[in-house]
């Protein structure tokens, strides 16, 4: 089996990676496949939070690559689906503590028994991004619609274009908020594809069920009512080559915004 | 300690009236408290003519709302004690000549006269440990309202009046069943996780003494992604957020929170304890065996509380078990 090993990255911190990561895994693992989460920000780790496993995690991808443990001994099974599966970052050592030769060759062994792994990235360009980046054969870079994040998403497309291993870059576009869109306060989906110009593989909306359930240690993609959820589930269907529609997030809609739509779904099949 | 039979709905007198100062009054009713049948009651306190500040009176609320149980009212001759409760707001009331709620009742403190001598050796040993690691004698800082239950004790009073009959054994022991790393899923705080013995390589299992170690002795708090590691006992006056890691040849002490990972007897020391203030520790480890933190007690997020329940953490047959307060051997 030669699995798919996907980079979640941003540039800009805070706009949704670890999010993104937790919710893709669990959904991917739901589905049947079997998924491995990295944690690579080392020093700053939050993946086992939002997955409540934190009380689980012996070893870390640090006590692998400095061979205290083998690395089947530091995957930590999830507590509800035995598809999934962490490798925890250090939380008290620095980005300074794994090269990417090494992360490399943990993917590479890891995506001979998986379906998926799926790296979450620091913030940032330097080495925890080089690092994340380094096994991975595809991208989704994340973005919520502000102009800060976005120049920060740019930049982090343009080293992506760099990199050959990487043969394709998607975009997920986080905390979008219909009602702000609306009275024209926020970016529309259309402007920030417009800019990037790389597909869409999710718009997520803002949800505040997202806090409570980063706080509970359960991904969102678990609440089968919720539409970040809803949305996350989506995500995941797109990865595995389904077409799916964009989740209409503003209710009550009009031709215009049918018509984007449609615009973003063309997009996306780019 | 006597139990008469009798009956009210859901509640319990304890009659401490006879007790001759604070610190007697706490340490009873600490030990009644620790009675199962007492959890979730609702308790009428006979304080007698004991002045109780404020301060204290906080104190005893807090040690019985730590067992999930309440104060019904308070029955009293003391005027201060009076102003105390009215102040927090406990109602203030006697008990009926002819109520019918269960009695608990200290055994008459005299009794314990023919034990005193021993328990004074025990403790003047603990209070020289104690000077030793520097503990601070005053208030400390990050462990505010702890201090209230403390502050009217010498530790003279402390050894002439703890009664030999709180310390035993098979009465913690039940109670570490309850607490302690039981397979039960449900009612564990804490439960083995299944890695088995993780003793490095060429480390080897012993019981050497921590007593005689070296104690590395901390006054700030350690945060997410601080370590402390050392070969002796490490004592930290402060609290040990998630995210901190503290490794220790000997045992740790936390006056704190303690709420990362906790490694004691890292070489192989099976004796090694921990202990803390609140120990909400994600994992203890203690020589080769590790546990974490029951999942339904999974709070990632830092929860301070000015209410404390002192745990030990240590191994007995095994087993890594919690013990509600510190143990005398
Ligand atoms: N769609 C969303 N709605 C509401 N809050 C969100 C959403 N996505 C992320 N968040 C919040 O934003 C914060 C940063 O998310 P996180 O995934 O940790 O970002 P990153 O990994 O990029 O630094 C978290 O507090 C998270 O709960
Ligand atoms: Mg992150």
Known sequence: MTGRVIVITSGKGGVGKTTTSANIGTALAKAGYKVVLIDTDLGLRNLDLLLGLENRIVYTIVDVIEERCKLKQALVKDKKNPNLSLLAAAQTRDKTAVNAEQLKEIC?????????????????????????????????????????????????????????????????????????????????????????????????PEDTGIITSTNKGEPIVNDEDALAGKAYRNVAQRILGEEVPFLDLDEPKGIVAKIKNAFAKLKAKV | MIMEKGFVENGFIIDLSTAQNTTQLVFELSSIMEHPDVKGKQICLKLGNLDLKQSQ?????????????????IDTESEQTEASAVSLGIIVSKVSENENAQIIQPQKFSDADEE?????????????????MDMPSGPVETAEGVEDIYDEMSTEELSEVIPSESFDRTD????????????????????????????PEGIEENSDSTGSMPTLYLNQTLRSGQTVSYEGNVLIVGDAHPGSEIVAGGDITVWGILGGIAHAGSNGNVSA?????????IQLRIAGLYARRNDTLNVPYVQKSNEFTPEEALIENGKIVIYKKLRRD
Do not use: H
């Open chain 2, 116 to 132: 005193k001598v021993i328990v004074k050796e025990e403790e003047t040993k603990t209070v020289e440990v104690s000077a030793d």
């Open chain 2, 273 to 281: 304890k921990v202990r803390a203030l609140k120990l909400n520790a």
């Open chain 1, 108 to 204: 590479n062994t890891l995506k001979e028994k998986n379906d998926f792994v799926l790296v979450d990235c620091p913030a940032g360009i330097e080495q925890g991004f080089q690092n994340a980046v380094a096994g991975a054969s595809e991208a989704i870079v994340v973005t919520t619609p502000e102009m800060s994040a976005i120049r920060d998403a740019d930049r982090i497309i343009g080293l992506l274009a760099t990199k050959e291993e990487i043969t394709s870059t998607k975009l997920l576009l986080n905390r979008v908020r219909p009602n702000l869109i609306k009275s024209n306060e926020m970016m529309s989906v259309d402007d920030v594809v417009g800019i990037l110009e790389i597909p869409l593989v999710g718009i997520i």
């Open chain 2, 57 to 73: 009176l906080l104190s005893i609320k807090a040690l019985i709302e730590s067992m999930n149980a309440s104060i019904a009212f």
């Open chain 2, 172 to 199: 913690f022991g039940a109670f570490a069943a309850n607490e302690g790393l039981l397979p039960n899923e449900e009612t564990s705080k804490y439960i083995l996780l299944d890695t088995g013995n993780v003793l």
